[in-house]
């Protein structure tokens, strides 16, 4: 047969299937969409110029990675409705004397135009979406966001990869359903129901694996570095886990309801329970995705969310003053100069100095041999590694003098204070000392460096300056040169506006080293990191409600498109129901009932997976100084009753349009 | 008074664009008594079809009456429709209507699930059915795993198991062969013996032949009607397929 006309023929097909192919193609176009804006962000160049892009870019590549998986699933679902749709016209092109591979030929086309049509609208589709979305989310924000608009050439080729790839995997899949088939079983396929799947125990068991071993991940991984590199993998673990679960245990679980007589044979239950079963394979894999879409815009949202919230609180932990100098000595001579110069610099800007403080402290790294033992290792390519801990020490008295309190120690003694260990009642020994709790405190001025790193720490108040110098000493032993000094914090708060106190803070950094000693220093002012910040977890906030928008509205799409084509598909069930006597109510009942079931099913997992996500989340925010979980379970919970008032919208709207198609009146 | 009654049933369709209007039953009288076995024959568009639904509540009547025990069915209210049809109805179509999802058992049982009976008593009242329609070893089976006339045997289980007033089937042989009519007949007849009265809309002279009387309708009224009395079933077939002739030749109104 002529290529032309198996080509037009390819065509022609397209056309007298639109209805059914439309929402593929609406489906597909929007995916390609998708995919190119998460591709074109990943690799934007604005991204570049914003602090902690490494990581940004990290979760970024994860999250491209995860819509390709999903893109994949999505589409191999939708065309597998299609083709069942189909078969029953290949059965009589079969009939009509067509060969097997003219068929194939035929299909080769229709994927080819398909996915032509498809990267024709879906990549300016995604060029300009891009931009809009970008426009309306800055002017909401009403900051400015250090990402540009451009058309990224390496996105649109991904793009064109990635869906050429899996147009071809779906021709492949084609010609096998084909091949398998004789004519006969081709023309009547239609009818036949899905096999009433076995309640697969090795599937629901794998799932549960999966699952566990994902939820795991979360709940135990304590290091927030480890927590970074595991994550990819506890999402992978998470959404196969779904997929086999909802799979398996939708069968189980309806099984259960149909073997239950009294439940079974109501009216809407009977109907529903029974539609559900009949396609439990393609319900499976719908509400899978659309829980995981679900659960990726509530990670999304709460975490940037929560980033955006609490940047005063990060700010005033990392800053407490607003000025602050740190000194790598511990010189009375000093401390009297650096006193000195915040003096002149404050009043040569026209501010005056309100409050001081300055403590010495001793910072070093080691390696948790136990719960109560701390060890030097010279080696040090342990950072990242989940035993290795930051010890901070200061003397009691300085920290008496911070917090206005009295506290008392005798030899030995320490109080210590740690948000992210546990630590052991009683005795613990350090670097080789052996000291003795004498009370655990909430917390120490240094916790807020220690958010900035981060491995997990430990805050100690000694006795006094001796024993920071005895272990300034052990540790230089080990250590070397790359031995940490002692250090002195000076904080000085003075009132005066942003310039003013940007303009003190240089003068300082300009004059410290007028006084004569060669000690290294840094200057920091609040109000100057404060812009810098802003902008970073506006970045943040802008990503996380760009992707969200993208998510939600494939999330819709699915459930819409899933609704509408099982809508056509049970039109002539209802027919048939309304001719043995059901009526409208009646129709509108089941209808709600069955729609009810598969619409909730998925929010309530994406709320389950968001709970056990929370540990892993709340330690990777402290990768970005903010150690706050109240307010990150506060931020998920409103987006999750937020997300479940949309959800519930999409849930009427669809209910409603599937109604429509159902209802049509029963024959003439 | 007569079981069932129509009374100068006329119906006219008017086409969505044209506005042309089309009259597929002119003036159709006739009643049914109880535990009758009607047959009502016409060639294609001779409105068997329309008459039907319209017995069935599936359609209004432009004018005329249908009362079915005592009861007017255009005084039925949309919502009591459903309701009537449910438990006063039983329905046998020509390509089954069953659902595919599921078992021949729940299809059986379905109109006695929507009127919300207790399982209980929907057991008690399956047994009896589908032995009388040798079907009790498909129970478990589902639609397309069964044959054509096995399936038209569960759509008359369906329609039987509401105790139904009266039965209508529309061209219940139309997608069967020979083999699996006559047997599906002879359970209509069975049935029938029993008390059911059964209205069937055909155009097979076998169907019609298992009838106890025979309507003839043409251009949309009833031409004439055949009893059968005493008469054999073969005697009964001669007669429907010359009635056929002279209907088909155009012969004048004997009704």
């Known amino acids: ?668 | 008074m007569a079981f069932l009654t129509v009374k100068g049933v006329q119906k006219i369709y008017t086409t969505r664009f044209s506005g042309n209007q089309t009259e597929a039953l002119s003036h159709v009288t006739f009643s049914v008594e109880k535990g009758e076995f009607v047959a009502v024959m016409g060639e294609s568009g001779s409105g068997k079809t329309t008459l039907l639904n319209i017995l069935a509540a599936l359609d209004q009547p432009t004018a005329g009456e249908v009362v079915l025990d005592g009861k007017s069915l255009s005084s039925l209210s949309d919502r009591e429709i459903s309701a009537f049809r449910r438990s006063n109805l039983g329905f046998v179509f020509q390509d089954f209507n069953l659902l595919d999802n599921f078992s021949v058992k729940d299809n059986i049982l379905l109109p006695l699930v929507l009127s919300g009976m207790a399982y209980e008593s929907m057991a008690k009242r399956l047994k009896p059915v589908v032995l009388t329609l040798h079907i009790a070893d498909l129970l478990d089976k589902y639609p397309y795993e069964i044959s054509g006339g096995q399936k038209q045997r569960v759509a008359v289980a369906r329609a039987l198991i509401t105790e139904p007033k009266l039965i209508l089937a529309d061209e219940p042989t139309g997608a069967l062969d020979s083999k699996a009519s006559e047997s599906l007949l002879q359970t209509f007849a069975e049935v029938n013996r029993a008390g059911q009265t059964i209205v069937m809309v055909t155009h097979s002279t076998l169907a019609a032949s298992y009838a106890g009387r025979v309507l003839f309708i043409k251009d949309g009224a009833v031409f004439h009607q055949l009893y059968r009395g005493e008469k054999s079933r073969e005697t009964m077939f001669r007669e429907i397929s010359d009635t056929l002739t002279v209907l088909t030749a155009g012969g004048g109104n004997h009704a």
Request: hydrophobic letters at 50%.
């Open chain 1, 1 to 668: 047969m002529r290529k032309r006309f198996l080509f037009s023929l390819a065509a022609d097909n397209l056309k007298k299937n639109r209805r059914l192919y439309l929402p593929f193609l609406l489906s597909s176009v929007l995916s390609a969409a998708m995919f190119y804006i998460i591709c074109s962000l990943t690799g934007n160049t604005g991204l570049d110029s914003m602090m902690g892009a490494d990581v940004v870019k990290a979760v970024m590549q994860m999250g491209a990675a995860v819509v390709a998986i999903f893109i994949v699933i999505f589409l191999f679902y939708t065309n597998r409705f299609l083709m069942r749709r189909r078969q029953k016209e290949f059965g009589l092109f079969h009939i009509l004397g067509m060969e097997k591979k003219h068929i194939a030929a035929v299909l080769f086309f229709e994927s080819g135009q398909l996915l032509a049509l498809t990267l024709l609208c879906g990549i300016p589709a995604g060029i300009l979406l891009d931009k809009l979305i970008y426009l309306v989310l800055l002017r909401l924000m009403g900051a400015s966001v250090p990402l540009g608009f451009s058309f990224s050439g390496k996105a649109a080729a991904l793009t064109v990869l990635l869906f050429a790839l899996t147009f071809l995997l779906l021709f492949l899949r084609g010609v096998f359903q084909l091949r398998a088939q004789n004519p006969a079983q081709l023309l009547k396929s239609e009818a036949v129901g899905e096999k009433e799947p076995k309640a697969r125990w090795f599937m629901a068991l794998l799932g549960i694996l999966c699952l566990g071993g994902g939820y795991g991940i979360s709940l135990f991984v304590e290091n927030p570095l480890q927590v970074l590199s595991l994550f990819f993998v506890a999402v992978m673990l998470v959404i196969l886990g779904t997929y086999l679960l909802f799979s398996a245990g939708s069968v189980a679980f309806l099984k259960l309801l149909k073997k239950n007589k009294k439940y079974y044979y109501r009216p809407n239950h009977f109907i529903s329970v029974s539609g559900l079963i009949y396609r439990m394979k393609q319900n499976a894999v719908g509400l899978g995705n659309i829980c995981i879409l679900s659960t990726m815009v509530l990670v999304m949202l709460s975490a940037t969310i929560c980033l955006w919230l609490g940047l005063d609180q990060a700010l005033s932990q990392q800053y407490p003053q607003d000025i602050t100098v740190l000194v790598d000595a511990a010189d009375p001579d000093i401390d009297r100069t650096v006193d000195q110069c915040a003096v002149t610099a404050l009043s040569a800007n026209g501010m005056r100095l309100t409050e001081k403080n300055s403590y010495t402290y001793l910072s070093f790294t080691s390696y948790q041999e136990n719960e109560n033992t701390f060890s030097l290792r010279a080696d040090y390519s342990m950072a990242g590694q989940s035993r290795t801990v930051n010890l901070f020490f200061m003397t009691v008295a300085e920290y008496n003098r911070w917090y206005g309190a009295g506290e008392q120690l005798g030899e030995g003694e320490v109080l210590a204070c740690s948000s992210r260990l546990t630590l052991p009642e009683g005795t613990i020994r350090i670097a080789g000392e052996a000291f003795t709790i004498r009370k655990i405190v909430p917390e120490m001025p240094a916790e807020g460096n220690a958010a900035m790193i981060s491995m997990p720490s430990a805050c100690f108040a000694v006795k006094d300056e001796a024993v920071l110098r005895t272990l300034y000493d052990k540790q230089k032993a080990v250590y070397g040169d790359n031995a940490s000094p002692l250090q002195t914090y000076y904080g000085y708060d003075g009132e005066g506006s942003e310039t003013q106190q940007k303009a003190a803070a240089e003068f300082m950094a300009a004059h410290l080293n007028d006084y004569g000693w060669t000690a290294d220093y840094q200057v920091r002012s609040r109000v100057a990191s404060e812009t810098d910040v802003r902008s970073l977890y506006g970045g943040f906030l802008f990503l996380g409600i760009f992707l969200s928008i993208l998510f939600v509205t494939a999330a819709i799409l699915i459930i819409y498109y899933k609704q509408i084509s099982e809508g056509y598909e049970d039109r002539s069930r209802f027919e048939i129901l309304q001719k043995v006597g059901m009526d409208r109510a009646e129709v509108k009942k089941t209808v709600r009932s069955q729609i009810l079931l598969v619409f909730f099913l998925p929010l309530l997992t994406a709320g389950l997976h968001l709970t056990v996500a929370m540990p892993a989340l709340i330690r990777l925010l402290t990768l970005f100084s903010l150690s706050n979980a109240q307010l990150f379970v506060l931020c998920a919970l409103v987006c999750f009753a937020v997300f479940a008032v949309l959800y519930f919208i999409v849930y009427t709207l669809t209910a409603k349009a599937y109604y429509q198609i159902v209802k049509a009146e029963p024959v003439s």
